[in-house]
């Protein structure tokens, strides 16, 4: 059992950049391939990026790629997704996922455990 807290979500304006935060702790071996999700109001929640333990494996969702770069600091147990020149697109609830395996999907039903999400909100 791993607990995973976001933070970092907050109201920027467009083309702004923001880092949020996916810390865990409990059982940080749970916490091997981690996902980034969102969900919009009214839509459905999407992929946005995943990485494994070592960081030699990354996907990112198609329209985020070039803007948004997940990274690991693991001596920390957390993993970081820095995003870039942000959209009023972007807005959505921020939700990260951790694997017990350490395959790093872009689906959903494969991650284990999920932390309960930082709001993103970006204006025009």
């Known amino acids: 059992q791993v607990h995973l807290v976001e933070s970092g979500g907050e109201l920027v304006t467009i083309r702004n950049s923001l880092k949020l935060s996916c810390a865990a702790s409990?059982?940080?071996?749970?916490?091997?391939?981690v996902g980034w999700f969102r969900q919009a109001p009214g839509k459905e929640r999407e992929f946005v990026a995943s990485?494994?333990?070592?960081?030699?494996?990354?996907h990112y969702a198609e329209d985020v790629k070039g803007r948004f770069t997940i990274f690991r600091e693991n001596a920390k147990n957390t993993v970081l997704l820095l995003m870039t020149s942000l959209k009023p697109e972007d807005t959505a609830l921020y939700s990260c996922?951790?694997?017990?395996?350490?395959?790093?999907?872009?689906?959903?039903?494969?991650?284990?455990?999920w932390g309960q999400g930082t709001q993103v909100t970006v204006s025009s």
């Open positions: 409990g059982r940080t071996l749970d916490f091997a391939a």
């Open positions: 996922a951790a694997s017990r395996s350490d395959l790093p999907s872009t689906m959903e039903d494969d991650y284990d455990y």
């Open positions: 990485i494994n333990w070592g960081g030699t494996a990354i």
